[in-house]
């Protein structure tokens, strides 16, 4: 423990010489100048990053070194670090603080009136929420958690269903918090993606579905292509360091971050200085670590390249759940998954593993990766079939939320969607309505949309960047990134959480979500591929 | 964050049924029963403890892991959790209930009455330290470690000496705090071996001095042993391999604990349940990666020996730096360079290293990790040696607390020492007064002593268990140490801190800490290795 937390004296005086004492405003509560009251914000809010990250410390190390032995104590640990962490954010004072400074938004500079709007929101999502709410939901959360981890290898979703309804309940209490509401679903999607709800969802899935149903159903009359090829031997280590080589190339900076493996992917960040990725790795498919390793990549250069000065405050994040995701899936798919890409990647693939894949061309390797098929599993489906399984969830959660759908109906009403949308069904529940976490983690709602959001603005954004930047194409088949990520950067990563989605987005792209590029994308892209007639 | 803390209802009437309403002393303040003052006690001592644990993860993540980029941020998150720690343990509130509870130790079960009086010398300990002092000591000593990272490879001593002079000048005042003493390292020294003294040290260390310097002499007017096998190359996996396989079968549990690799070996305690190691490993030196994984899985045997029903309080850990160096000198040296136990693991090893040892015989590789030389570096110091490696130090570090020796003329004191004891002295202070960390961490005084009382419990502890047990040896010669480890376990490990470590040495040995044995097993040891007359 060798430094010490500096106090924030010399960043008190920061602003001060453009100050006069005797502007109204400028005095605060008990006579502190009103830049004291910022000051002391912000380091209330570094001390809750600080306990956050310090949380995802442990969660990160639970999922890649921690030995068997040190689970008790870990749940302990890390229960501590988040109770002193929101103990310290629903703190009174702190609102008080921000009430003030709210009232003098318009004499701070741009990034603190951001901070202010941001921490309104957080601040009153989570003091609506009583802490004994937050203690029971999290007790069933994990209670469910662990119930699921047993009943879903044994198929058992009956023994899912008192969880499931109680997890139903805890969802519509959640959301009374926020009544009035124009959906119950609503105070939830809002949650991970400000500015969305029901209803614009709802319309975003309409228009993917009328046009994704009938690309489905053309694909699949086709010959599919062979991908035998991919599922051959291929060395655990290789896989990794060519995965982890593409992510560097891509700009996922390596000296603020690493690659682990863990039994789920994921990204995540201590700091602006440390953003991790972990993969998964299967000998026997060499796709699962490679796209894995893009996909978590996307999320931390988004992290990484968010502004370092937002440290320690919330705006130091990406701005949403689906913005997030859509750079995963740009990275993972728009990217990686392009022919580009491969012409540049390809060789070094072959020459690494010269016996499965020495004699495969380059486009039969092209059209594996992006072979299309009715499949059961989400995480395993293709990006044209991809958001029928988002769209089967979030209808189904919406009609849980609703009261039109009884949490033991759910298999038939499961196999009835995915026979309707995705025209194959599980023969059971393993495969089915108990293949996710997001439920029986003790939430209904609220985290399906953003997959498919993200899908969109995956396209929507890399359509705004190619415009202007039309040898982002002729880069990428050069193994270069640098225009695209620089355009990433300068039109979303930068930002963090100062600006809401939606102007970000309208900001980047010159108009508000739509899935138009999107759609446009996969028709072109696909019709190549399956030889469609447009 | 899927589970929560517990609150202790349970634990709150635990020993209820055996008391009384009526007895003195069973009614708190507050009309609190004393039951719930003990409960409250050990909820704060268990986030204490937690918290803690959160910081050690943390150091252990910034020395295995952490990209370079998390550097910044990792200093202010530690330093956050040891201050809300070091907030809590100072607590009046908690000195409060020591008072009450130390008031009616007589009444308390055997465990909690030593958990009254090892948290009594903790508190004092803590409080007594003001906390300006706390931060002041902590910035120098960051600072001045920093400074020392780039000062010892440059060989700058002159650049240390500002660092050094107010250290010792923060050694002293820190000593000052606990006045009055006998002398000025006593509170320092207790720190780390409670009940050891200047005076007691400087009469074991005169004892040692004694008989070292003519087994020394006596050693080195033989011919040195061959060891150059030692220096060939060893494939590194297969290093680390060969030593985690010999410290798991040694007794370390790799279910409650793993094995990594950093630049300084260390074992670190998260929990009863998750003790980890780390080694070095050289390509070109067989012995580093094997010795010191030994080295850190004794100590972490120690601590995962301790008592499970300890976790959380302060007995759960081991009892004192010299007790634990013990325990790590008597697993590396004592079994892990004997010839029995080589008898069963060389062939292994030659197997493993076919090229640079499958020629090498056993004799030979046993003369070869056990070669006494007069060598400039402590840490790389043979066992016949190390001690006056150690005592140089502690000499040194008693004039400078006493102002007889000036921090300028360190460089001239140490090289005189070593030439006086060791034999040789170094060309420069890179290879000498600048080598070891402590002294520039922000330190002088306190450390080092325990290193010595190490080896010298360590071969009292052994002597004391082979006594009854003479299998011990043979067990060894089969690659077994249960009977060991068990009577290490039944007399030193499980006990934690319950008993004071003068306690644990006269219950285990039968006597008081005493040299005899050590020396006895050198002079044994030694003296059939060099063949020398007795």
Not at 412 to 437: E, F, I, K, T
Request: aromatic residues 10%; proline residues 5%; neutral net charge.
């Amino acid at each position: 423990m060798r430094s010490r937390r500096k106090s924030g004296t010399s960043a008190s005086r920061r602003r001060s010489a453009v100050k006069t004492k005797r502007r109204p405003g400028k005095t605060a509560r008990n006579g502190q100048p009103s830049d004291a009251i910022l000051v002391d914000l912000k380091h209330r809010l570094s001390e809750i990053y600080d306990l956050n990250a310090a949380g995802s410390v442990l969660s990160w190390d639970e999922a890649t070194y921690m030995p068997v032995g040190g689970a008790a104590a870990r749940g302990r640990q890390s229960a501590l670090l988040g109770r002193l962490a929101h103990e310290r954010f629903v703190d009174p004072a702190l609102g008080k603080h921000i009430d003030y400074l709210e009232a003098r938004a318009g004499e701070l500079a741009a990034a603190d009136a951001s901070l202010i709007r941001v921490l309104r929101r957080d601040y009153e999502k989570a003091i609506k929420v009583p802490a004994e709410y937050v203690a029971r939901a999290s007790a069933h959360g994990s209670a469910s958690y662990n119930a699921w981890i047993r009943a879903r290898p044994e198929n058992d979703f009956a023994g899912m269903i008192p969880f499931l309804e109680k997890t139903l309940d805890l969802s519509r209490e959640y959301a009374s918090f926020f009544a009035p509401y124009a959906h119950i679903a609503d105070p939830m999607i809002d949650d991970a993606d400000e500015g969305m709800t029901t209803a614009t969802t709802q319309r975003l899935f309409a228009e993917l579905r009328r046009e994704l149903l009938p690309l489905v159903r053309a694909i699949c009359d086709q010959q599919p292509p062979d991908d035998a090829f991919m599922r051959a031997s291929f060395d655990e280590a290789e896989q990794l360091a060519f995965s982890l080589s593409v992510a560097t190339q891509m700009g996922y900076d390596v000296a603020r971050g690493r690659l682990d493996k863990t039994h789920h992917p994921f990204c995540t960040k201590f700091a602006a200085g440390d953003v991790r990725i972990t993969t998964r790795v299967r000998r026997d498919d060499i796709g699962d670590a490679l796209f894995s390793t893009v996909h978590e990549a996307g999320h931390a250069m988004y992290e990484q390249g968010v502004s370092a000065s937002f440290e320690g405050t919330p705006l130091g994040a990406g701005v949403s759940a689906g913005v997030h995701e859509s750079q995963s899936r740009l990275w993972e798919n728009v990217v990686a998954r392009s022919r580009p890409f491969w012409e540049h990647y390809y060789p070094a693939l072959q020459k690494t593993f010269a016996g499965p894949l020495g004699s495969v061309p380059l486009d039969s390797f092209y059209r594996a990766i992006n072979k299309v098929t009715r499949s059961l599993i989400r995480t395993d489906a293709d990006e044209v079939t991809y958001n029928l399984h988002i769209m089967l969830r979030f209808d189904l959660e919406l009609k849980l939320l609703e009261g039109r759908l009884r949490i033991k109906d759910l298999p038939d009403a499961w196999h009835a969607g995915m026979l309707a949308d995705v025209g194959v069904a599980p023969s059971d529940d393993r495969d089915g309505c108990l293949q996710d976490v997001h439920w029986y983690s003790g939430r209904i709602g609220g985290a399906f949309q953003s997959y498919a959001i993200g899908n969109i603005l995956s396209a929507q954004f890399f359509a705004a960047a190619t415009g202007p930047h039309p040898n982002i194409g002729s880069e990428m088949a050069s193994g270069r990134f640098d225009t695209l990520r620089g355009w990433l950067t300068e039109n979303v990563y930068r930002y963090g959480r100062t600006l809401p989605p939606d102007e970000i987005v309208a900001r980047a792209t010159g108009t508000t979500l739509t899935t138009a590029p999107y759609l446009a994308y996969l028709r072109r892209k696909y019709g190549e591929l399956y030889r469609l007639s447009q």
